[in-house]
């Protein structure tokens, strides 16, 4: 079973785009660029999520 971690590897901010790419074997840009595009359209909803992710999803590594 995968479980979904935030990425140590890929990461810019906190790893959250990077380790849903690696969840969904996908590319991380396009997650990336697909956050920043709901960010503008849902008048920032989508960054509150994000920093629900950050806090909730372990980082690669530490369980």
Known sequence: ???????SKDSMLAGVCGGLGQYF???STL??????LLF???F???????????FI??????V
């Open 31 to 36: 997650i990336r660029l697909l956050f920043v």
């Open 40 to 42: 503008f359209i849902g």
């Open 57 to 62: 999803v372990p980082k690669e590594g530490e």
């Open 1 to 7: 079973m995968r479980k979904l971690y935030r990425s």
């Open 44 to 54: 920032g909803a989508i960054f509150l999520v994000y920093l629900v992710w950050i």
């Open 25 to 27: 074997n996908f590319d």
